[in-house]
């Protein structure tokens, strides 16, 4: 009797769960969440959304969705199968004007979760124009959104494109340190709307050391030529930070002043040096190239040294590398490291430098890589990379 109790206990205790499920409402807000995370049509998530826009008692989260639903949709090409394109395109670009601060960073953290939707977020986040850039400019360079950066770049790039003024005026803002505004100055730059010279130009005058500095590479980028002789002398400047931009600034340079550049490869400072020999990579110059193997060999920094392979691989390249074979064999047998002999065989395999072995018949180079790789060479991947030369080389006619 006392088994039977218990059973007919169990099986009311589960009809009553049973019930209390199918008593349970599920709201349009569930229901639009659902469909516009994948488990229904876009169609459905947009009906359901704009009823919960209405019906929500806190709409926040039914307005951030339903703009992001309404792009989702224009960006898939889904709105324009389901005919619905323009009522999208009109209803989304309205509800994206509308949407307030707290709305448009709640779009910002969908970003971070790599939704589906993801490119249909970025398009809300920008169609709600200037009201947007204090959102972005507030998120970029900041660790929550490091995941995100080159979106948060994107949209700024995207929104100044059509009109530059606020986030130029962002650098008013009292609240941002300058390393931000530093990297907002570079975003402008990058947007080149002529727009932004005079606010620029009128910053600029409040604004010292790497700050304005920045400033002046923007503008020059902008076709104010007259900042480039005060961009090279910042390459000596005692002020790091200027040294820092002045280096990064180089790149920009017209008519590249090597002889400059080339007295900054001894900087202690890292970023000076990496700067200075990507800018050597862009212009490449006859008189560079022996410095740049220089640093390729002797750098205290790796990042440097994988910089200095690519200015070399591109001064060769540019033909800058005549009789330089039997130099850069010789340096993989002397070297100590494995890493620097390896970066050495990437040169060796640039196409100038292998017909340079091929037609060098009294060296007999080819030879000498071989009895090197066979002898003496006791690293697993030094040897692999000699043998891809190698057989590089038998391919050579």
Do not use: W
Not at 228 to 248: C, Y
């Amino acid at each position: 009797m006392k088994q039977v109790l218990i059973l007919v206990a169990v099986m009311v205790m589960i009809f009553s769960v049973g019930c209390d499920q199918s008593n349970k409402i599920v709201t349009d807000m569930e229901l639009g969440r659902d469909y516009l995370n994948g488990s229904g049509s876009l169609n459905d998530a947009v009906r359901h959304l704009k009823k919960a826009k209405d019906t929500e008692q806190n709409p926040t989260e039914a307005r951030v969705l339903l703009a992001v639903a309404y792009f989702y949709g224009l960006s898939t090409g889904d709105a324009i199968a389901l005919g619905q394109a323009t009522e999208y395109k009109r209803d989304g670009q309205a509800l994206a004007s509308s949407l307030g601060d707290a709305e448009l960073q709640a779009i910002l953290d969908l970003l971070t979760e790599r939704h589906r939707y993801h490119k249909g977020a970025m398009d809300a986040i920008v169609a709600a124009g200037g009201n947007a850039v204090p959102v972005l400019v507030s998120a970029f360079a900041t660790s929550l959104y490091t995941k995100i950066q080159s979106e948060v770049e994107e949209m700024l790039l995207r929104l100044g494109q059509k009109d530059i003024i606020p986030i130029v005026d962002e650098l008013e803002n009292s609240s941002l340190t300058e390393a931000r505004k530093i990297q907002l100055v570079r975003v402008i730059g990058k947007i080149n709307n002529l727009s932004s010279k005079q606010k620029l130009v009128n910053f600029r005058q409040s604004a010292s050391g790497a700050l304005q500095m920045e400033i002046d590479a923007t503008l020059y980028q902008l076709g104010e030529k007259e900042y480039r002789s005060g961009l090279i002398a910042g390459l000596s400047d005692s002020d790091l930070g200027k040294r820092r931009v002045a280096a990064r600034a180089m790149s920009l340079i017209e008519k590249s002043p090597t002889d400059d550049i080339l007295k900054t490869m001894k900087d202690d400072d890292i970023q000076v040096r990496l700067h200075s020999v990507n800018a050597l990579a862009l212009h490449p110059a006859k008189t560079a190239l022996d410095p740049v193997l220089n640093l390729l060999v002797s750098d205290p920094d790796v990042g440097v040294k994988q910089a200095a392979t690519v200015a070399a691989i591109k001064h060769i390249e540019k033909g800058y590398g005549k009789g330089l074979a039997k130099r850069l064999v010789n340096m993989v047998k002397e070297l100590e490291n494995p890493d620097d002999r390896l970066r050495i065989i990437k040169l060796i395999r640039t196409d100038r430098i292998r017909n340079q072995i091929k037609v060098n018949k009294f060296e007999n180079l080819e030879y000498q890589i071989y009895e090197y790789m066979e002898g003496k060479e006791q690293n697993e991947m030094v040897k692999r990379e000699l043998n891809f030369l190698l057989n590089d080389l038998d391919g050579v006619e």
